[in-house]
């Protein structure tokens, strides 16, 4: 489970967060819903202890992110923006090499990787080096290799961003997955049809706020809108940043 309580953050004279608060839990795919700038990526960040929070506090499992970043780095698994493959090493040896950050060494972590290899249909990719991969490939190398530990809680920074229509069908069935397995999820994204199929509550940010959640039936009930692009429309009061 993650809570966030009343998290502040600044980049010189831009607020990019202004007191979020929201909680996600076990089972279920939690999704940050807003225009880009908002604050979504800065708070998955406060949450994988990339960023510090000048204010409020951001729990996983119970664990303070700022005051034991080992332990929640253990409990996290993360699927960054940029992915950051380390282009000369192959599939399997840029999990290997998460697994071993991670404590993870012989038999367990053959076992894991070869079990992450099959889940994802990367056999036929494991071995070459993740330079020149296209964006599918280097996404489902980026997914093992956060899922190496077997962490329970997943954060996930538009994962289906630069995907095709197949690659992103297998990125959303594996996502339900991870929620079927009892794992928290926890994904940003402003790509309006993703999160209507995916998430099971929506986090609405704004100009680093808060300014609704609750499920999708929720958010158009609130809203009087049969539609949810409509309904994140009028909760946050202009169009921009938005995508289908």
């Keep these: 489970m993650i809570e966030v309580h009343d998290l502040k953050k600044s980049f010189g004279k831009v607020e990019a967060l202004r007191g979020v608060s929201f909680r996600a839990e076990d089972g279920k795919v939690t999704g940050l819903l807003g225009p880009n700038g908002a604050g979504k990526t800065t708070t998955l960040r406060v949450l994988y202890t990339i960023l510090k929070p000048e204010l409020g506090q951001a729990f996983v499992d119970g664990l303070d992110v ?3 970043p080992l332990d929640v780095r253990a409990r996290v698994g993360v699927l960054p923006e940029g992915h950051g493959l380390y282009p000369r090493l192959t599939a399997r040896e ?3 090499y998460y697994g071993e950050l991670h404590g993870l060494n012989g038999a ?3 076992r894991r990787i070869n079990r992450l290899l099959n889940l994802l249909e990367m056999e ?4 070459r080096r993740t330079e020149g991969f296209s964006t599918g490939e280097r996404v489902k190398v980026s997914i093992a290799r ?3 530990h077997d962490p329970r809680n997943i954060l996930l920074d538009e994962p289906t961003a630069g995907l ?3 690659s992103t069908r297998a990125m959303r069935r594996f996502i339900r997955q991870l929620r079927d397995e009892g794992r928290c999820v926890l994904l940003s994204s402003h790509i309006m049809q993703e ?3 995916l998430c099971d509550r929506i986090v609405v940010i704004a ?3 808060v300014v609704a959640s609750g499920t999708p039936e929720e958010l158009r009930m609130r809203t009087g809108k049969e539609d949810l692009e409509d309904a994140f429309v009028d909760l946050i009061g202009t169009e921009e940043g938005l995508e289908r």
């Design 66 to 68: 700022c005051g034991r």
């Design 108 to 110: 367990d972590l053959t």
């Design 146 to 148: 956060a899922l190496v």
């Design 164 to 166: 095709d229509v197949m």
């Design 207 to 209: 100009k680093g706020m």
């Design 195 to 197: 999160v209507a199929v």
């Design 94 to 96: 840029n999990i290997r």
């Design 124 to 127: 036929d990719i494991a071995d």
